[in-house]
């Protein structure tokens, strides 16, 4: 699947697509990158690893939509299948996910849907949950609420601070998003309404 991806930070759930990609053990070919920021790190990542990248910085655009259109155009262009948000800390619009007409992922730092937006670890230490985790959904029009299809638990200990927590959090994501990736790829994901269901090898056709 030709796959754009979009990020606005450092890029190390970007890196773990690339570096998975590389070995040989996820069937997707990752066409271009872009964000919102021109000075994400996610830009040199993609730029060491000789992926085209682009840059959509929101004070070049009269309006958000302008910048979503230059987005969708950019898309067209490189004749993507799928989009991966991997740290992109804008909310696609309504009008923006009406116009994509392939599968759009996103991973967040929590179980959802306990605990959307941003500083998802931090809300969770202040609540006092016992486990928190991260999950890989599909996105649509609301915030981190698209059907879910992948959760992995991580405990949330006593001594944890947000930066401990985000750390351990961090490791599964790498790991969780490519095994979503990968299902989605080999045709396993089957979306029924908010109901995601992995198929197994003998439900295959």
Request: aromatic share 4%.
């Amino acid at each position: 699947m030709r796959t754009a991806i979009l990020a606005s930070g450092r890029g190390s759930n970007l890196q773990a697509l690339i570096t998975t990609c590389q070995s040989g053990n996820l069937p997707i070919e990752i066409v271009a990158v872009g964000s919102d920021l021109p000075g994400a790190g996610a830009l040199m990542l993609a730029e060491e690893a000789g992926i085209p990248a682009r840059v959509f910085p929101i004070s070049n655009y009269q309006h958000r939509q302008a910048q979503e259109e230059d987005i969708l155009i950019w898309m067209q262009n490189n004749e993507v299948e799928l989009l991966l948000l991997a740290g992109y800390m804008r909310v696609l619009s309504p009008y923006c996910m009406s116009q994509i007409h392939f599968p759009v992922l996103n991973i967040h730092p929590s179980l959802l849907p306990a605990f959307p937006g941003l500083h998802a670890q931090r809300q969770a230490l202040d609540y006092g949950v016992k486990v928190s985790g991260c999950t890989v959904h599909f996105v649509d029009e609301g915030l981190d609420s698209g059907p879910i299809i992948l959760q992995e638990a991580v405990p949330v200990l006593s001594e944890d601070t947000e930066e401990s927590l985000s750390q351990r959090i961090l490791a599964v994501e790498h790991r969780l998003y490519s095994d979503a990736v990968r299902l989605l790829a080999l045709g396993k994901v089957e979306r029924t309404g908010r109901r995601v269901h992995i198929l197994q090898q003998e439900e295959l056709g």
